[in-house]
């Protein structure tokens, strides 16, 4: 099973502020949308409630919720209270792919952890103020960006201009 981050990233790092996100970009969310279709999606508890509650769990998706709430509930989805447990989830469940959505901290300890094959990030043209960070400039040692996908302009359906790269973990 690969395991890969979906992650939009402002350029001072920022990925969200108050539990939400930080701008609009409807190119991006399409292309979350279609990317992570059919796989299975991990994501903290907290990232998970920012969902707008008629879209939980994403359709046409396994759902995997991380707490340490042990009395958490989130119907259609799985819970599970380490991101290892996560993981061990999506392969009982026999996914040939596992997306890692958020938030802040599952991003972090599955990098730190080295169990992240693939990174999709939306680089976007912005310096929000926010209060939770992806560090890009520290994967910079450890990852190759195989291609850009898409490179999109400021328009009315979003709000920044932002490409999206693809990165695979560099060969020891």
């Not at 989805?77 to 599952?106: M, Y």
Request: aromatic share 8%; glycine share 6%.
């Amino acid at each position: 099973m690969r395991i890969s981050i979906i992650v939009a990233v402002a350029s001072n790092g920022v990925i969200g502020r108050d539990n939400d996100l930080v701008w609009r970009l409807r190119d991006d969310m399409k292309f979350f949308s279609d990317t992570t279709k059919g796989h299975a999606v991990l994501t903290g508890r907290r990232n998970y409630e920012s969902i707008p509650e008629r879209f939980r769990p994403l359709p046409n998706r396994a759902n995997i919720v991380v707490t340490r709430n042990p009395n958490y509930e989130a119907p259609g989805a799985d819970v599970v209270h380490s991101l290892e447990a996560g993981i061990e989830c999506a392969r009982a469940l026999k996914v040939d792919e596992l997306f890692i959505i958020g938030g802040g901290q599952i991003y972090a300890e599955s990098v730190a952890k080295g169990w992240v094959d693939r990174l999709f990030i939306t680089h976007v043209a912005a310096a929000p103020e926010g209060d939770t960070f992806f560090d890009v400039k520290a994967l910079s040692a450890g990852w190759t960006e195989k291609a850009v996908i898409a490179e999109q302009e400021a328009n009315d359906r979003n709000e920044h201009a932002f490409h999206i790269a693809e990165y695979h973990a560099s060969q020891p």
